[in-house]
């Protein structure tokens, strides 16, 4: 775990976890995810979680990481946040992630897993929380499963299919869900482009949102907005961006992450 506290803190400070991709690093990403200088203006504590996998990737196909408090990844995450509300005063009920890549899937694993403590995720070239499941993966198993089926988008399941997975991983849970911000590109190769809608199928279910607006080109050139539900880019539920032609990874956008999650 690598930290990122501002000098001038946000009482009780806001946190954000950011997830780095396979071959990544948590300092690595410190730079990648362009959110220090957002959590210098912003009063914001940063979590890196740093992968122990001999790849870099965190586990998003064992049984333990996909169930509340189950074990694995997710859950030393959810404790990475625990230590942060306790020794630098983070405010756990501001608290959100970001990932890339298998950073994005984590963060998807930990919106369905922990709604109770992360409010809100933007996840960039992920897929659906539950997709990367391989039947007898471990936890501690290195590198962790890979499912090819999902990497490829041959894994199709209707938005009640998805939903009831995101549900059974935490079957107590009756609080609020984790607002969900999603960009993937059109030319994924690594976690291809079908994986885009699994994931709104997805969150839409989960959320209860039946409706949608396009707007095209926005927020650039060959981007597609899709917002769910009532609100704006910056408050509603559910909020996807389709990238045209751009490949693995999607561009960070740490200014829409801030806003999305109401820190700006």
């Known amino acids: 775990?690598?930290?990122?506290?501002?000098?001038?803190?946000?009482?009780?400070?806001?946190?954000?976890?950011?997830?780095?991709?396979?071959?990544?690093?948590?300092?690595g990403y410190s730079s990648e995810s362009q959110l220090m200088p957002q959590a210098d203006k912003h009063g914001i504590i940063l979590i890196f979680p740093n992968s122990k996998s001999s790849g870099g990737c965190f586990d998003v196909a064992s049984d333990a990481t996909f169930k509340h408090d189950g074990g694995g990844d997710s859950q030393t995450i959810a404790?990475?946040?625990?230590?942060?509300?306790?020794?630098?005063?983070?405010?756990?009920?501001?608290?959100?992630?970001?990932?890339?890549?298998?950073?994005?899937?984590?963060?998807?694993?930990l919106a369905g897993a922990y709604p109770d403590i992360f409010k809100a995720a933007s996840v960039y070239s992920g897929v659906?929380?539950?997709?990367?499941?391989?039947?007898?993966?471990?936890?501690?198993?290195?590198?962790?499963?890979?499912?090819?089926?999902?990497?490829?988008?041959?894994?199709s399941k209707t938005a009640a299919q998805w939903g009831d997975m995101v549900r059974s991983y935490y079957p107590s849970y009756t609080g609020a869900r984790t607002r969900m911000q999603i960009f993937?590109?059109?030319?994924d190769?690594?976690?291809?482009?079908?994986?885009?809608?699994?994931?709104?199928?997805?969150?839409?279910?989960?959320?209860?949102?039946?409706?949608?607006?396009n707007?095209?080109?926005?927020?650039?050139?060959?981007?597609?907005?899709?917002?769910?539900?009532?609100?704006?880019?910056?408050?509603?539920?559910?909020?996807?961006y389709s990238a045209q032609g751009v490949g693995h990874t999607v561009?960070?956008?740490?200014?829409?992450?801030?806003?999305?999650?109401?820190?700006?």
């Open 1 to 27: 775990m690598y930290s990122y506290v501002p000098k001038t803190l946000t009482k009780p400070a806001p946190i954000i976890v950011a997830v780095h991709h396979c071959q990544g690093s948590a300092s």
């Open 79 to 109: 404790n990475m946040v625990k230590y942060a509300v306790d020794k630098y005063g983070g405010d756990a009920n501001r608290t959100f992630a970001v990932g890339t890549s298998s950073g994005a899937m984590m963060a998807n694993v």
């Open 128 to 155: 659906p929380d539950g997709c990367f499941a391989v039947p007898g993966a471990t936890a501690t198993q290195d590198p962790p499963g890979w499912s090819n089926n999902c990497a490829n988008g041959q894994l």
């Open 184 to 187: 993937h590109g059109t030319s």
């Open 189 to 213: 190769n690594t976690l291809r482009y079908p994986n885009y809608a699994e994931q709104l199928k997805q969150w839409s279910n989960v959320l209860s949102l039946t409706t949608s607006v």
């Open 215 to 240: 707007k095209t080109n926005t927020p650039q050139s060959g981007y597609t907005q899709t917002i769910y539900g009532e609100g704006t880019a910056t408050t509603a539920q559910l909020v996807g």
């Open 251 to 264: 561009p960070q956008h740490p200014d829409m992450d801030i806003a999305f999650f109401g820190l700006a």
